[in-house]
């Protein structure tokens, strides 16, 4: 089983290209930190979306 962890999907413009590009993809985690967009996302695709950044370090941080 294929899984794609994508650190920062925006609008999926790139978990769209990669979905092409690899079919074998069977499990895909996205993360998106802008609540404005998280909430634009069409998140009815079978993948895993998180409101959240990635980071090497623990807390909280405030974007702008």
Same mark, same amino acid.
């Given at each position: 089983?294929? +899984?794609?962890?994508?650190?920062?999907?925006?609008?999926?413009?790139?978990?769209?290209?990669?979905?092409?590009?690899?079919?074998?993809?069977?499990? +895909?985690?996205?993360?998106?930190?802008?609540?404005?967009?998280?909430?634009?996302?069409?998140?009815?695709?079978?993948?895993?979306?998180?409101?959240?950044?990635?980071?090497?370090? +623990?807390?909280?941080? +405030?974007?702008?």
């Amino acid at each position: 089983m294929a +899984t794609f962890i994508d650190c920062g999907t925006n609008f999926k413009q790139g978990l769209d290209e990669i979905s092409l590009l690899h079919p074998e993809i069977e499990k +895909t985690y996205s993360f998106e930190a802008n609540r404005y967009v998280y909430d634009l996302l069409d998140k009815n695709d079978g993948n895993v979306y998180f409101n959240m950044a990635v980071s090497d370090k +623990t807390g909280f941080s +405030t974007f702008h």
